[in-house]
């Protein structure tokens, strides 16, 4: 079965930084579909970035100048540099994939592949 493990999660002062990783195991993703998205409590779980299999890129519009997505396709791997952190951007962060699509995809049902979440809080 196809797994994904996110991490770098943490606990951040407002203007700081972190890089969370996704890692993918028991097959490639080098052609897939891959995207990042977060749940604060009471909220519905919200788009922050996607990135497609040839590269195309799509921010939220929240975190865009901010954050920064990337993939390293021989390490299996998707990244997501998030930059001068606010305190509203504190949620658990998912990392999704598609084992079938390779297109920018934006939406939580466009993906049927998620990781198990990592805590990203940020104080002020």
């Known amino acids: 079965q196809v797994q994904l493990v996110e991490s770098g999660g943490g606990l951040v002062q407002a203007g700081g930084s972190l890089r969370l990783s996704c890692a993918a195991s028991?097959?490639?993703?080098?052609?897939?579909?891959m995207g990042w998205f977060r749940q604060a409590p009471g909220k519905e779980r919200e788009f922050v970035a996607a990135i497609s299999g040839i590269g195309g890129i799509q921010y939220a519009d929240s975190v865009k100048g901010r954050f920064t997505i990337s993939r390293d396709n021989a390490k299996n791997t998707v990244y997501l540099q998030m930059n001068s952190l606010k305190p509203e951007d504190t949620a658990v962060y998912y990392c999704a994939a598609n084992m079938f699509r390779r297109g920018v995809l934006v939406t939580t049902r466009d993906y049927d592949m998620w990781g198990q979440g990592t805590q990203v809080t940020v104080s002020s």
């Open positions: 028991g097959r490639t993703f080098v052609t897939n579909a």
